[in-house]
């Protein structure tokens, strides 16, 4: 299984931005999505199971929406009203009954002017 991460950058405070993570191999059942702030431990953001709604950290609820693509086995995080404390190195993370879970390299989102 790889996953293959695409979309960190730079955004000012305010701004919206939005990262992908195609996994290859076959459907996966929880797809989300972690950060890692410098000298941090690394927190769940967001995650979301086939056929049931989404789950939020509290810091990102009404600003950071998780979706996927199943037919692209792509997931999706939108983000808007980012904040500098939103600066962290973002992981995917897929999970699938029998295979277990697998991480994408992580990208860098950086929010600052």
């Known amino acids: 299984v790889q996953l293959q991460a695409s979309g960190g950058g730079l955004v000012q405070p305010g701004g919206s931005w939005r990262l992908s993570c195609a996994a290859s191999g076959s459907a996966f059942s929880i797809m989300g999505w972690y950060r890692q702030a410098q000298g941090k431990q690394r927190d769940l953001v967001a995650e979301?199971?086939?056929?049931?709604?989404?789950n939020y950290a509290d810091d990102v609820k009404g600003r950071l929406t998780i979706s996927r693509d199943d037919a692209k086995n792509t997931v999706y995080l939108q983000m808007n009203s980012l904040k500098p404390e939103d600066t962290a190195v973002y992981y995917c993370?897929?999970?699938?009954?029998?295979?277990?879970?697998?991480w994408g390299q992580g990208t860098l989102v950086t929010v600052s002017s």
């Open positions: 979301i199971t086939s056929g049931s709604s989404p």
């Open positions: 993370e897929v999970f699938a009954a029998g295979q277990g879970n697998y």
